[in-house]
């Protein structure tokens, strides 16, 4: 269903036009078909904008471990792959600058910090133990 928020824009459209306003559906199907709409400048109204941002935190944090977990495991990669594409890929490394940028407001800025701060620890302290490093 890619881009998905095209298909999403089409099923809200058709599973809520008997439940809302025509404004409400709008509302509500424009918050779907924008999301990923990350245009400079940004001119959307703020409750697209922070949708958006929600986006981008989601796929963060304790997500973004399970998430890369998996993908290693569906792409056969190694556990060594897995730790060096964290720890030294200069891809990952601009990607999460990339995508940090995308962020509307300080807040979601702030929150990104912290979600990278805690995953940067996460995988350097699994790192440790993986290869036998215990911590007291």
Known sequence: LEPHEESGEILVRHFLKDDLLEEEL???SDIVKFHRDRKTPN???MWIK???????????GTTEVWINIAYTLYDE????RAMEWWLEDEKCSKGKVKQRKKLNFDFSK???DEKLEYVDSFIKR???????NVFI
């Open 50 to 60: 922070l949708v958006q941002d929600a986006d981008i935190l989601e796929h963060q």
């Open 110 to 112: 702030k929150v990104w």
């Open 26 to 28: 709008n509302i509500i």
């Open 126 to 132: 699994l790192k440790e133990e993986s290869e036998g």
């Open 77 to 80: 990669k190694s556990y060594d």
């Open 43 to 45: 001119d959307h109204p």
